[in-house]
C-alpha cells in the first residue's frame, strides 16, 4: 500500500507506455517488502532540463531509470557520474546522495553481457556487430570491448556518431579491434540491433540481415514486442535469437544495487 512513508523511484522517458522497469521494480519492492514504488515519467524530448528541476525538487524521490532519447543529455545534468557514466557520457540510472546530489552511472551494457552470458554466449574473443551509436549502442560498444570482446563492427544512421564511437572505444580498448561499418553484417559472431527500430511492427531493419553469417547470433535491444521484425525475420532465416528483454532482467539486480536496494532479487 502507498502510504506517507513510501519511497519513490521513477522511470523517465519519451515515449514511456512501452517501458518494464516499472512492474520488475515493484514486484521486487512487494516481494521484498520494501515500502517503496516505481511510477513511469513521461518529459518531453525538450523539456529534459524543466523535468530534471522537478524530479530534484522531489525529496522523497531516492532515484531513476533514464530510457530513450533521455539518457545523453541527462548524463550532462548529473551532479557527478560514476566510472562507467563518465565513460559513456551516457546514464540509465540515477541516485540522490544523502547531501541530495544525483550521480548517474551507465549500466545498460554491462545488463547486455550479462544477458548473454546468463544463456550461454561468450563475449570473450567474439566479434559483434552493433547497429546503433545512441544511448544503447554506445553502453553496448563499451561493454562488449571492456568484456574481452576480440572485435566490433559500429554503424549508425548518422556516421559521425559511429566514428565518434568507434574513436572512443579504439583509445579506451586497444586490444580490441573495433572499426566503422556499413549495414553489411557479415563476418560477426553475433549481431546486434541497438537502435529503436523495431518498436513498430513496420519499422525497417536497421541493418541488412540478409548479410550476416547464417551462424550468427541475431540480438535486440528493443523489448516490445518481444518479437521484432528483425527476431521475426532471423528466425524465418534460421538464426539463433536473443531477446531484447534478457538485456534489462541482466541490469535489474546491477540497478537495484547502484541505488541502495542491494536485497537480492527474489523473482
Ligand atoms: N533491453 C534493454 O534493457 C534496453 C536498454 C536500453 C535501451 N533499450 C532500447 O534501445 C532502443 C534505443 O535506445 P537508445 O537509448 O539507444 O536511444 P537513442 O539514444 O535515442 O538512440 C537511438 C538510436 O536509434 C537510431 N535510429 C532511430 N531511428 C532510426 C531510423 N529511423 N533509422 C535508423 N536508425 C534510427 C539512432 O540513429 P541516429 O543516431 O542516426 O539518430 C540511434 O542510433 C530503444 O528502443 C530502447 O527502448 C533497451
Known amino acids: 500500500m502507498i502510504t506517507g512513508t513510501t519511497r519513490l523511484y521513477a522511470i523517465i522517458g519519451d ?11 515493484n514486484d521486487f519492492f512487494s516481494a521484498a517488502n520494501i515500502d517503496a ?11 529534459l532540463p524543466r523535468g530534471w528541476a522537478g524530479l530534484r525538487s522531489i525529496l522523497n524521490l531516492d532515484g531513476f531509470i533514464v530510457t ?18 563518465a565513460y559513456t557520457g551516457v546514464v540509465n540510472t540515477v541516485r540522490r546522495e544523502p547531501n541530495g546530489r544525483l ?11 550479462s544477458g548473454l552470458t546468463s544463456h550461454g554466449y561468450e563475449v570473450k574473443d567474439r566479434r559483434f556487430y552493433i547497429a546503433g551509436a545512441g544511448g544503447a549502442g554506445t553502453a553496448l560498444a563499451y561493454a562488449l570491448a571492456a568484456s574481452g570482446a576480440a572485435a566490433l563492427t559500429i554503424h549508425n544512421r548518422t556516421r559521425s556518431k559511429a566514428e565518434n564511437l568507434v574513436i572512443g572505444v579504439g583509445k579506451a580498448f586497444p586490444g580490441c579491434d573495433v572499426r566503422l561499418g556499413s549495414s553489411d ?11 529503436s527500430l523495431g518498436l513498430k511492427p513496420d519499422d525497417a531493419l536497421s541493418f ?27 528466425k524465418r532465416r ?7 528483454t534478457h538485456m534489462l532482467n541482466g541490469q535489474l539486480e546491477l540497478m537495484m544495487q547502484f541505488l541502495g536496494l542491494s536485497t537480492p532479487l527474489t523473482r
Open 15 to 25: 515515449p514511456i507506455a512501452h517501458v518494464r522497469t516499472p512492474m520488475a521494480f
Open 37 to 47: 514504488v516505481c511510477l513511469p515519467i513521461h518529459i518531453g524530448r525538450d523539456d
Open 68 to 85: 530513450a532519447p533521455h539518457k545523453q543529455e541527462s548524463a550532462r545534468l548529473c551532479d557527478a557520474l560514476d566510472a562507467d557514466g
Open 103 to 113: 550521480t548517474g552511472t551507465l549500466l545498460d551494457g554491462r545488463g547486455f553481457v
Open 185 to 195: 553484417a557479415a563476418g560477426h559472431h553475433v549481431v546486434v540491433n541497438a537502435t
Open 208 to 234: 541488412n540481415l540478409e548479410s550476416a553469417d547464417p551462424s550468427a547470433l541475431v540480438a535486440e535491444v528493443v523489448m516490445k514486442p518481444e518479437m521484432t521484425p528483425l527476431l521475426i525475420a532471423a
Open 238 to 244: 534460421g538464426h539463433a535469437i536473443h531477446f531484447g
